[in-house]
């Protein structure tokens, strides 16, 4: 299937089902349905969020964004936890809508050969490459809770200041990009 210009994969994506959110009963959970599947796409679309776990197999990419876990389906089906509200829920979709045309449009020059060697990262491993001084310079009172927010996706790498200028952490910052390129958070 090929698309004009102006053309877009995915026309829309609705809400389907509406539910307390199981982590806090003042936000909503959600369950929608596009009118295209995504089996094509999610492979590409894997490769557009680097904490994502991605299944061929079970045919879903989950990911975790701020304190929302979503998850898409080759099917259609997305499900949106820790929502504040429908209109959250609305245009967060309608952002996932628009990623998906991104990618669909985008796919040849995607490069998913290494989709499948990206590992899981958890907060702990990415923890135990810093150093561990709680000072608080990255914005986060812990570097604990730097590596969850790294994790996360809600800040980069080099607002850890003492890992990239305190030449003793070198060898920690080395290793902590690697993990981080072998999880798919870096490129190269």
Known sequence: MRLMDNEEYVKFIKIKQ???CFADPDRIKIVAQSDKNFEKVL????????????????GFISYKEKRRMISIFATGKIGITYLKDEEEARQTLEKIRKKIN????????????????????NALQIYRYLPALNCGRCGFPTCMSFAFKLLSVEVTVDKCLPLFEDSKYHKKKEDLLKLLRSAGFLKG
Do not use: M
């Open 18 to 20: 509406k539910e307390e």
């Open 43 to 58: 492979p590409y679309l894997a490769t557009q969020f680097p904490n994502a776990i991605y299944s061929q197999e079970a």
């Open 102 to 121: 991104w990618v669909y449009k985008n796919k040849d020059k995607i490069d998913i050969s290494g989709i499948d060697k990206r590992k899981p990262l």
